[in-house]
């Protein structure tokens, strides 16, 4: 349009001033001369036009490959201005890099926290869910959060209950987990979004719980102690006295005797209290595993050899049951053998009164974890009891001290596993050990090597 108007005024301007063949010629030039300028000017539009498509395109859609160079012979400003597209696609780049880095840190972090944690939209699709929660939750995938009804009704059932709130509260596992677990809601970019992290505490409350009696232990060891050191004492003087400083022993030989007897008692019952109170000490004073890589069948056939003879002469039945895949754990053999006997004995006393005693161990691989089970078929124990018996000095036997099953949780802790029990009443008890899984020690010493 613009080459066509100016056309016309230079035809204009012939016509009214020049009628000469030059100025018709001049005129034509110009005309040809303006349009090619407007032609260019149109692919200068269009190109810059081009241009800025093509760096906001760059830009929206992190493609840093496209470089703005091939028109820099056009002029200064069209280097200037290529330059800028350049800087600001450098910028635009090192702040993706940065922004890739974080979210593969923090996606890194949320995958390997021992921290469950899932997220779920209003209609329960599971939009994150890390290696943590599929492990506490048994699971090795899952896709809506309505998945939990099958094997989880009771978390199920609770994240209903407060479907529009956040909230706090303790689940327990069909497997005797002791879940704490925090529901956060959220609306983000105008959708529910929920946020449910959990952890096990079940180790922690065991931990907390030895602790708090140990300190008991120590507590009372001192000041049993210190009453009965003296006292003791006093009473070997008492008897010197009564033994080789009485010079007549005649006149009152039966009060005499009745004296002597009385010291003796006392003083008996009292090295028995010390010796009693010396054994608690023992469970106060654990000390670390002494951890080697073994494998888990040899160890049971090993546990089995040393108990075979006093369990058959029970007349009980003691029978293994162990997986073919060769299964390995880091412990030491010694303490763990330790607890092995003292359930194995607990049960062969709790099935005194049984026909047909029978007591099996079983061992199976649960994830990353070894499952070991001690079952007798025994009487069982009383479901009052059952939540006291790793109590310290806790006992269901009127000989016991009831520290052995304390002893074994503690022991057990210390490798890093969980010790449970469960019973029924007149179909006998199960106790059950879960350890970290090792790697062979082939397998090991090549990982330490590289």
């Known amino acids: 349009m613009l080459a066509l108007f100016?056309?016309?005024?230079?035809?204009?301007?012939?016509?009214?001033?020049?009628?000469s063949a030059v100025w018709w010629i001049i005129s034509i030039i110009s005309a040809l001369f303006l349009l090619s300028a407007g032609i260019n000017l149109y692919h200068y539009t269009n190109s810059i036009n081009?241009?800025?498509n093509l760096f906001f395109d760059s830009i929206r859609y992190d493609d840093f490959s496209i470089r703005f160079t091939n028109d820099n012979a056009l002029g200064k400003s069209f280097t200037e201005l290529?330059?800028?597209?350049?800087?600001?696609q450098e910028a635009f780049k090192v702040l993706r890099a940065e922004n890739e880095a974080s979210l593969y840190l923090m996606k890194t972090l949320i995958t390997n926290i021992q921290t469950g944690m899932i997220v779920f939209d209003q209609f329960g699709r599971i939009e994150m869910i890390n290696n943590a929660a599929c492990d506490?939750?048994?699971?090795?995938r899952i896709k809506n959060i309505n998945d939990l009804k099958h094997t989880h009704s009771g978390l199920f059932e609770m994240l209903l209950e407060n479907s529009r709130n956040s909230t706090h509260f303790l689940y327990c596992t069909p497997s005797n987990k002791e879940l704490s677990m925090n529901v956060l809601r959220l609306v983000i970019r105008e959708q529910e979004k929920t946020l449910l992290t959990f952890h096990n505490i079940s180790e922690v409350l065991q931990r907390k719980e030895v602790e708090a009696w140990q300190n008991l232990t120590r507590v009372l060891r001192h000041e049993i102690m210190n009453s009965l050191t003296p006292i003791l004492s006093l009473i070997g003087?008492?008897?010197h006295i009564v033994t080789y400083e009485i010079k007549d022993k005649n006149k009152s030989k039966q009060a005499w005797i009745d004296l002597l007897e009385a010291l003796g008692t006392i003083e008996t019952r009292g090295k028995g209290m010390i010796s009693f109170v010396e054994g608690y000490r023992h469970f106060a004073n654990i000390p670390s595993p002494k951890t080697s890589t073994i494998k888990i069948q040899n160890f049971i056939f090993h546990v089995k050899a040393l108990l075979q003879t006093e369990i058959e002469a029970a007349g009980i039945l003691l029978t293994c049951e162990t997986p073919a895949e060769?299964?390995?754990i880091k412990a030491d053999p010694d303490q763990l053998s330790m607890v092995m006997i003292n359930i194995v004995k607990n049960a062969r006393e709790?099935?005194?009164?049984?026909?047909?005693?029978?007591?099996?161990?079983?061992?199976?691989?649960?994830?990353?974890?070894?499952?070991?089970?001690?079952?007798?078929?025994?009487?069982g124990i009383e479901p009052d009891a059952l939540n006291d018996i790793f109590i310290p000095f806790y006992s269901t036997k009127k000989e016991g001290v009831g520290i052995g099953l304390s002893l074994s949780r503690q022991i057990v802790q210390h490798h890093g596993?969980?010790?449970?029990?469960?019973?029924e009443l007149m179909k006998g008890s199960k106790f059950i050990i879960l350890l970290n899984t090792a790697m062979p020690p082939e397998l090991s010493e090549t990982t330490n090597s590289k």
């Open 82 to 88: 290529n330059r800028q597209f350049l800087q600001v």
């Open 417 to 423: 596993g969980i010790l449970k029990a469960e019973s």
């Open 326 to 328: 060769p299964i390995y």
């Open 136 to 140: 506490i939750l048994g699971y090795r």
């Open 237 to 239: 003087t008492m008897k």
């Open 350 to 379: 709790a099935l005194s009164k049984t026909t047909n005693p029978e007591i099996k161990i079983n061992i199976s691989k649960y994830n990353d974890q070894v499952l070991l089970e001690i079952r007798d078929n025994g009487t």
């Open 50 to 52: 081009r241009k800025l």
């Open 6 to 19: 100016l056309t016309l005024c230079v035809y204009q301007s012939a016509e009214h001033h020049f009628a």
